[in-house]
């Protein structure tokens, strides 16, 4: 049986998941262990999404949930509370010129609930930020996003700068957004698309070599 | 104007469509070029009304080619070209058009937008080239949220007020006066009308009608430019597909007043809200269409579909939340005699079985990323459907995979009629090659 506090959250039941935390916390619970709950909830919001059964507004929603849930319980947190082992680093960014950002937002949480650590550059990002960022992070995994047309360009030159900057044999490229497919992979010269926001995944883990 | 034998309010809706549709093929006032160019004005609008009312196959599969900025790059213009050189815009669309010879015209004054009308409005709601964006780019949505989440009940109580008083001001700075603007029922006695008068003293009214007088004046600089290019084609055989365009009222509320989290939060948070303010924004959604229409309007009404596609959201939210008002919608304008084309961005394969429930003969499913199979397997009898060659394939294919493509999709969904050949999704760049290889495939595989 999940904690009371795990199957609010997987329920979207806002209201009540405060309600539990903050009677946990009034009862000397440890904050890192509300977190933790929180952190179990958001994997079943996850194994939901990547089921079918759940969609982008509970990802949102969720998301929503476990920011309040943080707010409420971080400043009773002693500092320097141990980070969770990560599967690895994926660097993710719409790419420069677009400015679509649900599908990029959704890449992040499928993969963040899934193990790794993820560094969102955000939208309309130039190729040299995603270069910079995949050097100073030492990332396996670069993810482009990207919803228009004039997305493909900037996808391949940033694919480009990767290359130039002497990166391309460290790190492996995804490209992902509204309309890809292998044309347009082979186009930009990234080494996989994705379809949807699981291919991330299944992307990253097979670059990291875990299942 | 055209007229009709019995009144207006007396015609049934299936009455209304025949009649829109019959004006839509004898445009009033128009003269042709040639009479060539005549017969292949009616010859479009046939084979378009073919395909559209179910009632017999087409000659042909007709194609259409929905564009956004390419007339532009094909011409050479950048979009920041497009958007403030008004006559090379105008020139770039009339030339693209004649070139491409699809089954209507795609008319500049949805992506020639004017440029310095926008500066001067200050407008919030999409950045552009030369503001915000470069100079090669097309113009681009930015969410904001425009209405706060404690203001359904302002939206429901009166939503023209809310639009009027609250949301412009938001959403452009030269509406920031009409926070302002006084209560229009004043007027009703002569004693109250003094109260009205005086609120046109505030400054910053009269700053925003200043600023709206400028604009106005810009835009008709602009649409003297554009609007002949429609008529210039019409003459030259091109009909026009799309006459008006509203949205679905869930879409009105996600995309423009709350925004996509904002909206989504409000769908856990206040579920009964979300769903009395969309029932709300039917009627408007409607007006918006039939307000400024005449007999003699182009009956297709482009609807564009955001927020109901699968993956965002369930089915069951799907029918809870998005398709109940959107039904409303569609019966409402097809009860005036108009043909809603439902352009469903992004894929609707999970949407298929609830969107069978429309009014037959009456609406275009304009798809993107569905599969074309199983569209026309839900939707034969009921719905014509149009689509869905894709970005990858007009942007970064050869003309010959275009051509195979739509032979292929030509021999799978046309059989039986209710097809349209079109681009999946608004091509703001392409090969033109490709868009060419789509047209001639049409011509060339689409024969009944």
Redesign the interface.
Known sequence: MAHELVEALVGMKEKEVLRIAEELLGRGEDPLEILRLSQEAMGIVGERYEEGEYFLPELVMSGEILKKVAALVKPRMAAGAPAAQKLGKVILGTVRGDIHDIGKDIVAFVLDVNGFEVTDLGINVPEEKFVEAVKANDAQVLALSGFLTLAFDSMKSTVAAVEGAGLRSNVRIIIGGGHMDETVRQFTGADAYGDDAMAAVTFAKQVVGVN | MATTEKPWKELSAAERQAFRLNAWLNPEGLEFESSEAEAAYKARVTRLTDAITLERTPDRVPVYAFVGFHPASWAGLSPYEAMNDYDRAAQAWLDYNLDLQADAQIPPIFNAVPARAFELLDYRSY?WPGHG??K???Y?Y?EAEFMKEDEYDALIDDPTDFLLRTYLPRVAGAYEGFAKFPAPIDLVELPFAPSNMLGYAAPELLASFEKLAAIGKETAAWGEKMFPVIGRLMAAGLPLYDGAATKAPFDLLGDTLRG??EM??D???QPEKVLEACDRLVPLCVKWVTARATSGSVPLVFIPLHKGAD????DE?FRTFYWPSLRRLIDGLVAEGFIPRLFAE?KYESRLEAIRDVPKASVVWHFD?TDMAKAKEALAGIACIAGNV????Y???TPQ?VTAYCRGLIEKVAPGGGFILDV??V????KHENLRAMVQAAKDFGAY
């Open positions: 950045i964006l470069e090669h780019q097309g681009q930015v996509t989290r989504i939060f769908m856990f948070r993956g965002f959201m369930s939210q992004g990323q894709s970005p990858s394939l942007y970064t294919a995979e999946g999704v091509a703001d760049d392409a």
